[in-house]
């Protein structure tokens, strides 16, 4: 097996997990504040993030001399899962994850002014071709229009913003520092808040909660893992396994059948952002030095 193949099968393997995690975010939403699921999502999967951070180089991966950024990301991770999960549990969970898949959009609009970068014609195309596709699926104005498609964009806002200084100072900092931070901060702010919306897990929650937290570990670790062994421009598009996972789970597990304007609507987001990644897989080849 070739080493492109293997990272493309993790990387699904990942987005596998994501999409089962999402699943049970939504189960446990019809029960819990997204605050509980959060603080529980986020206590499970810390000691594993340190435990891996530990076995790929040491301890010392988790320093950091820029407490600021890493406080600025985890907060803008809590409002990310916040608005992602509340918006799990008022939309169908194959609508809720292709408004999702807008947030590449809006880190190829959002790049120019947070990190003057200069925004070539074709990621500027293809975001707003994948904003015709976010309309489609949202459909303002619409009888079927429901506010929670909002809170889900929002979601994809703050989600870009992480990508976003991820870029700006990922080769500063290590990446399971930045990781492991991005996890902390959430589990930190929702245990401030969590006697306000506390509701005490019935024994099978229990098991969602932990299974949550184990599915969140386990996608970050795939995900990273895949991009060891493929190019990111080669293994990014495979996130988009994630909107067959969403049609098949919401089917299994709600009877939610997306009508054919979500399916129109994902596709032009889908390919909006694979249009993307092979335009910035384009500009990286041109930018290496040749020998």
């Not at 596709?133 to 498609?149: E, T």
Request: one cysteine or more; glycine letters at 8%.
């Amino acid at each position: 097996m070739s080493s492109s193949l293997l990272g493309i099968l993790i990387m699904c393997a990942g987005v596998l997990c994501l999409a089962l995690g999402d699943a049970l975010s939504k189960w446990l939403g019809a029960s819990y504040d997204p605050i509980q699921i959060i603080f529980f999502r986020t206590l499970i999967s810390l000691p594993l993030i340190a435990l891996l951070a530990r076995f790929n180089g040491g301890w010392q991966t988790l320093r950091t001399r820029r407490p600021g950024v890493h406080l600025l990301r985890g907060l803008i991770f809590t409002a990310t899962m916040f608005c992602f999960i509340t918006g799990l549990t008022l939309l169908p969970l194959a609508e809720t994850t292709a408004i999702a898949f807008a947030a590449p959009l809006f880190v190829a609009l959002l790049s120019g002014p947070l990190l003057n970068e200069r925004v070539d014609r074709v990621p500027l195309i293809a975001s707003l071709v994948g904003f015709v596709g976010v309309l489609i699926v949202v459909r303002p104005g619409a009888a079927g229009f429901q506010w929670g498609a909002l809170i889900v964009i929002g979601a994809a806002v703050c989600y870009a913003l992480m990508m976003i200084t991820a870029r700006r100072y990922g080769s500063k900092e290590n990446l399971w520092a930045m990781v492991f931070y991005a996890t902390l901060v959430p589990m930190l702010v929702c245990a401030v808040l969590l006697p306000s919306v506390w509701h005490t897990p019935q024994p099978l929650h229990w098991l969602g909660f932990c299974a949550a937290g184990l599915l969140g570990a386990a996608a970050m670790s795939c995900l990273t893992l895949a991009f060891r062994y493929a190019p990111a421009a080669l293994a990014a598009p495979f996130d988009y396994t994630a909107m067959i996972w969403a049609v098949v789970l919401g089917w299994w597990l709600w009877g939610e059948v997306p009508d054919s304007w979500v399916f129109i609507g994902a596709a032009l987001i889908i390919a909006s952002g694979v249009a993307i990644a092979l335009h910035e897989r384009r500009v990286a080849i041109k930018a290496r030095p040749t020998t």
